[in-house]
């Protein structure tokens, strides 16, 4: 199964930024969506859009962003069914107490965390 690279911010460039975070592309709405946040990483070409991680967090870094014509599987088709069209955002990946919560948890292996040095 496909899992979020590790060394995602040496192996791609930064696309964009959203709200407070970098997106990592490549990025080419609306299959392909690339990796957002940093310290939080988020494979948004994984995400199946469960919503453990937003269940799991205990200082609510995430929260549902729209992803209408999200396909996960056109690159990944081994993944889990797509729950949503929609993905987990780490839009406050500031507030993150990097207790790695979301990451153990995620069922594809599409969240990172990162402590910055």
């Known amino acids: 199964m496909p899992q979020i690279d590790p060394n995602f911010s ?7 930024n ?3 975070h970098v997106v990592w592309g490549p990025v080419q709405p609306p299959e392909v969506l690339g990796i957002h946040g940093t310290s939080v990483a988020v494979d ?14 205990p200082v609510s870094v995430f ?3 729209d992803a209408p014509g999200t396909n996960p599987h056109k690159t990944h ?12 955002d780490p839009l406050r990946e500031k507030d993150c107490i990097f207790c790695m919560a979301c990451e153990v948890q ?3 292996q599409a969240i ?3 402590q910055p040095s």
């Not at 995400?47 to 799991?56: L, R, S, T």
């Open 18 to 20: 959203h709200v407070e």
């Open 10 to 16: 040496k192996n791609r460039t930064q696309a964009d």
């Open 77 to 88: 088709p081994d993944l889990p069914p797509l729950l949503s069209e929609r993905k987990a």
């Open 44 to 57: 948004f070409d994984i995400c199946i859009a469960d919503g453990v991680c937003i269940d799991v967090c």
């Open 106 to 108: 995620c069922p594809v």
């Open 112 to 114: 990172k965390i990162t």
């Open 63 to 65: 929260e549902w962003l």
